[in-house]
C-alpha cells in the first residue's frame, strides 16, 4: 500500500516562506514524477508544480520565481520551497506522485497566507 505523508504546512505572514515535504512509503517499483497542486475554497485543484525522474520541472506562472520543487530520490521525497509568500497562495497543498502508471495523492496541508 503507497501512501504519501506532507508536512510542513501552517500560517505565515505576506512575504514569508514554508517548506512542504511529502515523503511516499510502500510498494511503487518506478515513480515518473512527483508534483504539488493546490486547490483553495471553492476553486479547483491546479497544478503548482512537478519534477520528473529525470529532474526537469515545471511550474505555474503564478509562482514561478518564488516556489522551488525539488526531490531526493534516495528517500523517495519531493519538497516545495515556498518563498514571498502572498495571500493567493493560501490554500489545501496536495503531493501527487506518478508511479507505475498509477496516480497517488496526499492527504493534504494547510497554508495561510495572512497578515
Known amino acids: 500500500q503507497v501512501q504519501l505523508v506532507e508536512s510542513g504546512g501552517g500560517s505565515v505572514q505576506p512575504g514569508g516562506s514554508l517548506r512542504l515535504s511529502c515523503a511516499v512509503s510502500?510498494?511503487?517499483?518506478?515513480?515518473?514524477?512527483m508534483g504539488w497542486y493546490r486547490q483553495a475554497p471553492g476553486k479547483q485543484r491546479d497544478l503548482v508544480a512537478k519534477?520528473?525522474?529525470?529532474?526537469?520541472?515545471n511550474y505555474a506562472d503564478s509562482v514561478k520565481g518564488r516556489f522551488t520543487i525539488s526531490r531526493d530520490n534516495a528517500k523517495n521525497t519531493v519538497y516545495l520551497q515556498m518563498n514571498s509568500l502572498k495571500p493567493e497562495d493560501t490554500a489545501v497543498y496536495y503531493c501527487?506522485?506518478?508511479?507505475?502508471?498509477?496516480?497517488?495523492w496526499g492527504q493534504g496541508t494547510q497554508v495561510t497566507v495572512s497578515s
Open positions: 501527487n506522485v506518478i508511479g507505475d502508471n498509477l496516480s497517488y
Open positions: 510502500g510498494s511503487i517499483f518506478r515513480i515518473h514524477a
Open positions: 519534477i520528473t525522474s529525470g529532474g526537469t520541472t
